[in-house]
């Protein structure tokens, strides 16, 4: 079925709107769909984050017109925002504003992992999306709060929203330059990099570890999350791939509890984590206990939670995931309609409190409020690929003036969009990788 307005998809691709939740796809080809019902994904479930919230506060009306707008291009006639049930102001506001857009509340439990697309459509709607499918395939289109809003302003996305959390003076949310460098955005709210022993980029429980302080943000940075040496996380993030098979042979005893508290498991996904587990004791004979890791939405709750021995469930499924991709190996189950939920599906939801208990992190402040920075960057480093899809093509030579919101890497002829220059400046180099640009006096 053709789009209602295709403007408003060349729109969205020319301004490099990409999902600003997770990984990044572009929202441009969201929107050439067709759905009965888009979802608002509002629940911002991983502890210490914060950044939807901040926007719903500081720009509500701003996301209930980029959600309509969306609602209009696919066709939908009912819009959800799902939101925890604990931000009971937020939820009074976006009820009265949303009541004139057909836009409604649905109050999510505070458990992890709401905000993950097939339980916040599960609990949302009552449908369950077929292993290994997206949610238009049960009519629903999930969106981020970030990225709508990205909708509604309708110029180039050169700015990020995200969270600076946990082993910092002040948690704050900030909205900064792309291509901004860690160490630049810390010191800007007053963080000592030297005196900050670890970060996690994203959140504690699918981040990633930092590379370097002059890694930059991109279109999917969602958080800065600061931690001393030798923190619980820091060990678990830092552990090799080969010291976590190691210990999986030799310390799992098949207790199965990543299997009963996995999210996806629940809602009636083969997913088995612990079957996962059992097949690191095999070569080609385990290629049966892979199976179902096809279907893992690498949420980390199994070995960040669940697991009483404190192994990784998680890596074991993710590791498997690449093999079967390689060889081309399905489970039968794939795109498999009308599975039902497990009968204590809601009686297994981790609370994000116990969570936040279990991880060490009950020291830190469980807020982060939207400040405003004056940001004075000397360079920003700008990567063409920021997104799911083919890499922006370098459109630049070094010793050009570009001036913030200018094109300068082209949008690719496959699934892609372009990238835009975050400040004023010249650029200083360029290549197939990144842009850089440094502040002309």
């Not at 050169?158 to 002040?170: C, E, H, L, W």
């Not at 939207?370 to 093509?393: C, M, T, Y």
Request: charged share 25%; aromatic share 6%.
């Amino acid at each position: 079925m053709p789009a209602v307005h295709t403007n408003l998809i060349e729109r969205a691709r020319a301004n490099g709107i990409v999902g600003a939740g997770g990984a990044g796809f572009p929202f441009y080809k969201k929107l050439d769909a067709t759905a009965d019902t888009v979802i608002l994904n509002a629940a911002e479930c991983e502890p210490l984050l914060h950044k939807d919230k901040e926007i719903l506060r500081h720009d509500l009306a701003g996301v209930l017109r980029g959600m309509k707008l969306t609602m209009t291009q696919v066709r939908a006639t009912r819009g959800i925002v799902g939101i925890k049930e604990k931000y009971t102001d937020l939820i009074a506001e976006i009820r009265v504003a949303g009541a004139p857009l057909g836009i409604e509340v649905f109050e999510l439990g505070d458990y992890y992992p709401a905000g993950d697309e097939f339980i916040t459509v599960y609990e949302a709607t009552g449908r369950v999306i077929p292993p290994g499918g997206i949610p238009l395939d049960v009519g629903c289109l999930v969106c981020n709060v970030e990225t709508v809003l990205n909708l509604d302003r309708d110029v180039p996305v050169t700015r990020k929203f995200f969270t600076i959390a946990a082993d910092v003076p002040n948690p704050v949310t900030v909205c900064a330059p792309i291509g901004a460098k860690f160490g630049d955005v810390l010191r800007a709210v007053g963080a000592d990099p030297a005196q900050i022993g670890h970060v996690l980029v994203g959140g504690v429980m699918m981040g990633r570890n930092m590379k370097s302080w002059d890694e930059p943000v991109t279109r999917t940075t969602g958080g800065l999350l600061c931690f001393p040496n030798e923190h619980v996380l820091q060990r678990k993030y830092e552990t090799e791939s080969r010291a976590r098979s190691l210990i999986g042979k030799s310390a799992c005893d098949q207790c199965s509890f990543c299997t009963e508290m996995c999210p996806r498991y629940l809602i009636g996904h083969p997913v088995e984590p612990h079957m996962a587990m059992r097949g690191l004791g095999f070569n080609m004979v385990g290629e049966s206990l892979m199976l179902s890791s096809q279907f893992c939405c690498e949420c980390n709750l199994c070995s960040l939670y669940a697991c009483p021995e404190d192994l990784f469930p998680k890596d074991a499924c993710a590791d498997n995931k690449v093999i079967l991709r390689q060889k081309g190996l399905n489970h039968p189950a794939k795109g498999k309609r009308d599975l039902k939920a497990h009968s204590m599906q809601e009686y297994r939801h981790v609370p994000v409190a116990s969570l936040i208990k279990k991880l060490g992190l009950s020291g830190y402040k469980n807020k982060g409020p939207l400040v405003e920075i004056d940001w004075h960057l000397d360079e920003v480093r700008i990567p063409l690929k920021q997104h799911i899809g083919s890499p922006a093509a370098c459109a630049v030579k070094v010793g050009q003036r570009v001036r913030t919101g200018d094109v300068i890497g082209s949008a690719p002829d496959g699934l892609g969009v372009p990238v835009h220059a975050s400040i004023d400046g010249i650029v200083a180099a360029a290549s197939g990788d990144e842009i850089v640009i440094r502040r002309s006096e």
